[in-house]
T-cell receptor
Framework: GAVVSQHPSWVICKSGTSVKIECRSLDFQATTMFWYRQFPKQSLMLMATSNEGSKATYEQGVEKDKFLINHASLTLSTLTVTSAHPEDSSFYIC????????????FGPGTRLTVL | SQKIEQNSEALNIQEGKTATLTCNYTNYSPAYLQWYRQDPGRGPVFLLLIRENEKEKRKERLKVTFDTTLKQSLFHITASQPADSATYLCALVSWNFNKFYFGSGTKLNVKP
């Protein structure tokens, strides 16, 4: 149980284009999902907290107009990287919490974004 | 801002031995501390959580200690197996589970 999927698993795009990454909780409802970014050999950095039916909460230094988050249902959150540039190339990982259970987050397998 | 230090060098041990990984932190007082396992190209998998008022937590071959005075957590894997080879991350967690601060992880290699 508690499986989280991400799609796509990897994507290559041209500079200036937008890329959408999906995060789904497959067998549970998730009121809250988190989006992280991880550069090679570095720690996961929390980018934003996504709450179903409300606006996402962004961490300091993360541009909300560049990283658009939508959490339209209890099983799906999307992250759109707008006008992507090479410096946005990274490993993007989402996690989800079972609604009502706060102490555990279940991570997706991650999405490798490469911007040319 | 908070700083989390995990040994950036890989830890190489022989199968059957106990692996001990260290997580030191400063500039933050977490209410909880979590340990995760991460395999290459995959998302982390939750292993253990320990509360600030707990000294030690065990789960099967895993043991975590938490010293809030030293600002340090130790993660032990007893009777290690090659399948335990992975990167292990510690995370400082706020009281309301809304903030997670991850270390960069320590890579463990268990040799047969």
């Amino acid at each position: 149980g508690a499986v989280v999927s991400q799609h796509p698993s990897w994507v290559i795009c041209k500079s200036g284009t937008s890329v959408k990454i999906e995060c789904r909780s497959l067998d549970f409802q998730a009121t809250t999902m988190f989006w992280y970014r991880q550069f090679p050999k570095q720690s996961l950095m929390l980018m934003a907290t996504s709450n179903e039916g409300s606006k996402a909460t962004y961490e300091q230094g993360v541009e909300k107009d560049k990283f658009l988050i939508n959490h339209a249902s209890l099983t799906l959150s999307t992250l759109t990287v707008t006008s992507a540039h090479p410096e946005d190339s990274s490993f993007y990982i989402c996690s989800a919490r079972i609604s009502g259970v706060v102490d555990t987050q279940y991570f997706g397998p991650g999405t490798r974004l490469t911007v040319l | 801002s908070q700083k989390i230090e995990q040994n950036s060098e890989a830890l190489n041990i022989q199968e059957g031995k106990t692996a001990t990984l260290t997580c030191n932190y400063t500039n933050y007082s977490p209410a909880y501390l979590q340990w995760y396992r991460q395999d290459p190209g995959r998302g982390p998998v939750f292993l253990l959580l320990i509360r600030e008022n707990e000294k030690e937590k065990r789960k099967e071959r895993l043991k975590v200690t938490f010293d809030t005075t030293l600002k340090q957590s130790l993660f032990h894997i007893t009777a290690s197996q090659p399948a335990d080879s992975a990167t292990y991350l510690c995370a400082l967690v706020s009281w309301n589970f809304n903030k997670f601060y991850f270390g960069s992880g320590t890579k463990l290699n268990v040799k047969p």
